[in-house]
């Protein structure tokens, strides 16, 4: 397949790298080094990696616009978005070839070719393999973007990493002087704005009776400790290791889209078939979902409780999750 990949790479002289919409740092990542990968390979290729970027992830690098291109003789390369309707990018149809490289479970066919790899952490371990696979070349900067996107994805490695992840991480270092503290302060440093609204979560959480913990973060909130909708949804994972709950979500408010944002995590329930009930999806315990009103918002939070207490129901029995 990672061949298949590089034959069409070659072939097309202009390509467009998107991803899904709500950036975070594995999806960013991901395609703007495999941007930079293409574009140190082949120099003369129009490359460009597109969607609404993010103040947060600024340095990571920049993102494209999609402007004067040519559809019906170019090729959309789609990272880490199961389903057509969440990629961050126009016109999906009006391509003359289309590439999925993806990690989550299989939603939908749009592409023509299709590469779906549930087991792996990342879309930046499936750039990297791509890397590693094919005559695409590397480089330091690179590198590092992809070792950012994959700390990111696994939460320090902590989920969905297995022995092959780690022998491609150890390829990579015996490869290249990565400044970890450097890279980890990129990605983990906040400021105290955000800390503070941290605070504000952690204080007003509510938790439901079978280990649901949320907050509803509405726009003046977000607002008043001068975040951002993104920022507020990210911390998200910032609540792994509280013992009286199961699964933790952010509920937040983006006025100027008019929509509501809904981050999902979870320690043993499966939570993507509720997150795509709602607009969303992801994996079995990292999921998301949109919907439009506050009222949405608090019948998933119903449906994942439920989903807790069968859970819960099935731990005490003894059987399987």
Not at 20 to 26: E, L, Q, T
Not at 37 to 44: D, E
Not at 86 to 100: G, L
Not at 188 to 212: A, D, F, S, W
């Amino acid at each position: 397949m990672f061949k298949k990949i590089y034959k069409a790479i070659k072939k097309y002289d202009t390509i467009v790298i998107a991803r899904h919409i709500g950036v975070d740092p594995d999806a960013m990542a991901s395609e703007l080094a495999l941007k930079e990968a293409i574009l140190l390979t082949f120099p003369k290729k129009n490359v460009l990696a597109v969607g609404t970027g993010g103040a947060k992830f600024a340095y990571l690098g920049t993102l494209d616009k999609l402007e004067n291109v040519d559809y019906s003789n170019a090729m959309l390369i789609v990272l880490d978005t199961p389903d057509q309707r969440r990629v961050d990018c126009p016109e999906i149809d009006s391509f003359s070839y289309k590439v999925k490289m993806d990690h989550h479970p299989f939603v939908e066919k749009f592409c023509d070719i299709e590469m779906i790899e549930e087991e792996k952490s990342s879309a930046c371990q499936l750039v990297l393999e791509l890397l590693y696979k094919t005559k695409l070349k590397r480089n330091q900067s690179i590198i590092e973007k992809l070792f950012i996107g994959l700390v990111s994805d696994t939460n320090r490695f902590l989920f969905n990493s297995n022995s092959e992840l780690f022998s491609l991480i150890a390829k990579i270092l015996k490869e290249y002087p990565l400044d970890l503290p450097s890279l980890y302060q990129k990605l983990y440093m906040r400021p105290l704005h955000e800390v503070r609204l941290q605070g504000y979560i952690e204080q007003n959480m509510k938790v439901t009776e079978n280990g649901v913990g949320y907050i509803s973060l509405t726009s003046d909130v977000i607002s008043k400790f001068s975040a951002d909708v993104g920022s507020a949804g990210n911390m998200v994972n910032n609540f792994n290791y509280i013992d009286e709950i199961l699964v933790w979500t952010m509920i937040s408010e983006d006025k100027k889209n008019e929509i509501i944002k809904i981050n999902i995590r979870s320690r043993g329930p499966v939570i993507n078939t509720v997150a795509e009930k709602y607009h969303g999806g992801g994996h079995k315990f990292a999921s998301g979902a949109r919907v439009t009103t506050m009222e949405e918002a608090e019948l998933l939070v119903h449906d994942l409780d439920r989903v807790c207490q069968e859970y819960i129901k099935n731990m005490e029995g003894g059987e399987e999750k």
